[in-house]
């Protein structure tokens, strides 16, 4: 079967700040899925995570933009301009937006131990395949999570998810490879101060062509 348009894969979060564990488990879903690209979806606020110590969105881009540099990665603030919060909705509207790209929703195992908690969670699942990568110290709470319970029926192996005849969802394709122990907690203990380096900073979103100024939450 032909392929009707570019598959992405989407990383959703705080990207407080991104770092080189970002890139590497897209790099390696890329591969694994033989993604065209992957957009990083730098999010205005995390629903489940506290507001204290979250940078400004132009900080939390910019660094995300660093870390893209050369590859096949593209880092927006999408969310923003789309008015979205939940994941649910954001998926959606990012279908309506692009119809001719096929899209596959990534998230690491510790993502996967708390799916149940996501709004609509069940909705996700449905609305495109999910690729669940290895984390340091949550294989086990992920294998045992409710979510994995209910989505275990449509586990896939990568090869068929990428030559499937139909492009389905609900789809689970776990990606197993050496686990990448750099956080974003880790590198603001570090340097608390870290999104200073970006202050002043205007970037034009990729997707949007807006601008993302410094002092957007």
């Given amino acids: 079967m032909k392929r009707r348009g570019p598959i992405t894969g989407l990383l959703g979060g705080s990207f407080n700040p991104a770092h080189g564990g970002h890139r590497r488990i897209s790099l390696f879903a890329i591969r694994a899925l033989r993604l065209d690209e992957v957009w990083w979806l730098v999010s205005p606020g995390n629903p ?16 995300a933009r660093e870390q893209a ?36 929703w990534l998230m690491g195992a510790d ?72 956080s974003a907690t880790a590198l603001r203990k570090a340097d608390p101060q870290w999104h200073r380096r970006h202050a002043g900073k205007r970037l034009r979103d990729p997707l949007t062509h807006f601008m993302v100024r410094e002092g957007q939450p």
């Fill in 48 to 63: 489940l995570k506290a507001s204290e110590g979250m940078a400004p969105l132009a900080a939390r881009l910019a660094s």
């Fill in 111 to 182: 993502n996967l131990a708390q799916f149940h908690l996501w709004k609509d969670w069940k909705t996700i699942a449905r609305t495109m395949p999910i690729a669940v990568i290895a984390r340091p110290g949550y294989d086990a709470a992920a294998m045992a999570s409710p979510a994995m319970a209910w989505l275990r029926r449509w586990r896939r192996r990568p090869e068929q998810l990428v030559n499937g005849a139909r492009w389905s969802a609900p789809a689970l394709v776990l990606l197993r490879f050496d686990p990448d122990p750099r």
């Fill in 69 to 104: 540099r050369g590859a096949p990665i593209r880092a927006t603030a999408i969310e923003a301009r789309l008015g979205t919060r939940f994941t649910a909705d954001t998926l959606k509207a990012l279908q309506r937006r692009y119809p001719k790209r096929r899209f596959v």
